[in-house]
């Protein structure tokens, strides 16, 4: 059998690249972070899978996003008598063949210091930014005034027109004005 598994970090991305073309029997599709191998449907692939079956995956990020997790996965996979091929890198990869072992690790390894690559320069410019006084979390920025908030629906103020006054989103007065059954 041949077992397709897509991942993107989050619901709002999409997976139709992946594996576009390429006949599978089964597809498991994960909507989540790839940093561990804590993923619905990652393990309902790894519990699925049977001797002789195919572990087809578009490119090694998606199926791990550091090298331990990434050879623990492939040993997983081929202890289970099962082939793992990557479609982006043109690597097919079971237990014989030792050279796809050191083409992995090192892969990899590149994909692991890639992450890390990205959260250094995310920290860099989330410091930045603060320097600059443009980056406000929920933890940094000031606290919603939901009296302020009632008091101006109260007096008529159109949700819009309110959530501007305050500086927060139209669903947050709303959300306040539901949960406090102001009568408008």
Do not use: W
């Not at 331990?68 to 079971?94: P, V």
């Not at 930014?129 to 629906?153: C, E, H």
């Not at 927060?168 to 102001?182: F, G, H, M, N, Y």
């Amino acid at each position: 059998m041949r077992l397709g598994y897509k991942r993107v970090s989050t619901i709002e991305q999409n997976t139709a690249r992946q594996l576009d073309g390429i006949e599978v029997d089964k597809v498991y599709e994960d909507k989540c972070s790839g940093s561990n191998t804590d993923r619905p449907q990652l393990q309902g692939l790894l519990d699925s899978m049977r001797e002789g079956d195919t572990v087809i995956v578009h490119d090694i990020s998606r199926l791990a996003r550091n090298l331990t997790d990434l050879l623990q996965l492939i040993e997983l996979i081929n202890s289970r008598g099962c082939e793992l091929k990557f479609i982006k890198e043109a690597i097919t990869y079971n237990r014989d063949d030792k050279n796809q072992k050191l083409m992995l690790s090192i892969m990899g390894a590149v994909a692991t210091f890639e992450r890390d690559m990205i959260r250094e320069r995310q920290a860099e410019g989330i410091a930045i930014a603060k320097l600059n006084g443009v980056y406000f979390n929920r933890k940094q920025s000031k606290a919603i005034d939901k009296s302020g908030i009632i008091r101006a629906l109260e007096d008529g103020l159109s949700v819009r027109k309110t959530a501007s006054k305050f500086s927060v989103a139209p669903s947050t007065v709303s959300r306040i004005k539901k949960a406090e059954l102001v009568l408008i």
